[in-house]
């Protein structure tokens, strides 16, 4: 039998905005309105930092040269604690009682909204500098706007982030124009890693709904307002390097809705085990 | 050609440091990059400080006769600290 | 220890010895300091290369069983804690290299040495790291045994030696409280977890005791490194010292030593103790570890992957360089 709606209890909303309808009062926004969209757009900041910090550090001990394994590590270090930020930004106006960490730790790869890019597989030495590049310069972007959101806990972390990631992109850029303009090998490694993640560079510019919502509320900005600047630093960078980028590439995207590639999967499937197997336990 | 990076020596000299101080050496290709490792290595990236590198081959040394290399860890990184981490007293020194 | 068997040059009586030698072996005994280029024995170059060179190799090394886990740690500061531990374990082989450079080797052939074979690093970091516990027990009792040879290492007689073992033991005082401190929570944690806990001691306990090297009546190498003032106790002396401290941490933790003969002796006012079956120690060295192909492997691939990296820069900073030249010569 289906079941019948509660004749007795009135619709509290409904009467709600009635009696503020009926005050004369201008409605005004709570201080954590729009909670959906800002703590989906929360999450998409601090899971690009924790899938992509969880990337940098899976090259611990693997490094090229002792210098560049620790230069790593601090990279790697800067963006959890930026992700210890954004998720716990986001847990605390959630206000479900979770926390960064279970955010990070019990969400499946379907509630994950880091880009696609960030997620792929470190690959050659080459892949993981590009990647870090064609990321930083639109990370960068992105920070230099947040500091100016009317939101001032939003603004506070991105000016923190901003001076690390300021110097994530000084190197991942100087970087990449010297092995572009190396040796033979170092650029055949450096334009094929280029040409392979092309394809996943579009996503970061797509606006949806969430970033409309964002914008609106000043937030945070639409991610196409932030591609021009984008596409001249790598332009400039790339031309340095002598790589040249694909044209007309085609472009894949679904991570920020949660439609990850299937790599997604197996980084979770390690970073989130002992949570997994041993439930409540505390560590 | 080589492809065994040269070795640099690095001086430091921090946010209240007076003069730069040798720190230590790093292997790098060439100056920038040394400077660029200098911080990753020898600061862990504390603002403030000013580095100087130096090819180890262009030193010309005397005898040489120096204090040991003391320098803080990143103070941004809390748990680079021992005090961060609460041993019981009868556990003693650790 | 992180240099458990250095073969030493062979060791004079003072009749025995050159007009120099004994001029520096009274230098030494007056607690100077070598610095490099001055004048040394050869035997004490060469001695000072393998253990530095082993001391080294051993940080580097001793990266990979503990970052086995870094992808895995249970928390974000845990990572984060993790992540910082293993990449001052970069640092510390980085500062030993370059202290080793200091007596005419380059790093690269030191690794190259390490890379076929011909010289060692600690057999404690051929063992597996099986669960989260171990991150416990490496911070605990490999950190602790390592801080046990290191701090006297800081009175070294050879000088960029000793810089090198200031800066490491300050930066490492984290470390073996970090470890401490995954034990503690995982024994007042669920019965699942204080079992892990107790199963990493029980694991690492025998390994750790292998750390001080062989026991002093079968460690035919320390009288000369001892003159020397480039190892500053017998292996007995540290191991003895070790146990001493650690038991007691243990039985806070709640934890059992896996030892049944462990027993206070009054009389000595330390603990008498099994030593380890020093037949698996020979064979971990030996290569026949369970993880000695793994770590060697990883760090061999790690070298050779890189190599295309290395080079390109090295290409870039030539053309940069012969690019400033020609600019140079335009401009004059």
Redesign the interface.
Known sequence: MPSLPDMTTPNLTALAGQALADSGHVAVPAPDAGQPEFVEFLQRMGDNCLILGHRVSEWCGHAP???ED??LA?QA?DLIGQCQLWLGLAADIEGKGRDADALAYLRDAGAFRNLLLVELPNGDFGVTLMRQFLFDAFHIEMLRALKASSDPRVAEIAAKAE?EVA?HL??SA?LVI?LGDGTDESRARMQAALTKLWSYTGEMFLDDAVDQAMSDARIAPLPSSLQAAWEKTVAAVLDEATLAAPTGAWQHKGGKKGIHTEHLGYILAEMQFLQRAYPGAKW | ?????P?WEIFIRGQHGLNHRHV???????A??AI??A???YT??N?GVSIWVVRSNDIT?S????K????D?SNS?V????T?????D???H? | MYAQLVKSEGSKSRDEMTPEEIAFQDRIDRNEKI????WMPEGYRKTLIRQIGQHAHSEIVGQLPEGNWITRAPTL?RK??LL?KVQ?EA?HG??LY?AA?TLGV???ELLEKLHSGNMKYSSIFNYPTLTWADMGAVGWLVD?AAIMNQVPLQRTSY?PY???M??IC??E??H???G??IMMKMCAGTPEQKAMAQDALNRFWYPALMMFGPSDKDSVHSAQSMAWKIKMNTNDELRQKFVD?TV??AE?LGLTVPDPDLKWNEDKGGYDFSEPDWSEFFAVIAGNGPCNAERLGARVKAWEDG?WF??G??????K??DRARAARHAAE
Do not use: T
Request: charge should be negative.
């Open positions: 040269a002792l210098e620790i230069a601090n270090l001076k110097y000084e190197r100087d010297r | 050609m080589s492809s065994e990076w070795l230590g050496s790093l292997h790098a290709p060439d920038e990059m660029r490792n911080r990753d290595v862990r990236r603002e040394a005898s040489p006769s120096e040991g290399p003391l320098y860890p990184k748990y680079r600290h021992p961060f981490y609460d041993i019981p009868e556990i003693g650790m | 610095e490099p280029k001055e500061e984060a804690i910082a001052d640092g980085l500062y370059c450079e380059s790093r690269d602790g000088g000793s810089r090198a200031i800066r300050k930066e005082s984290f073996q409280r970090q401490y401190d401290q007691p941490q806070y190599a290395r080079e820069l090295m290409a870039h900073a030539a940069a360089e």
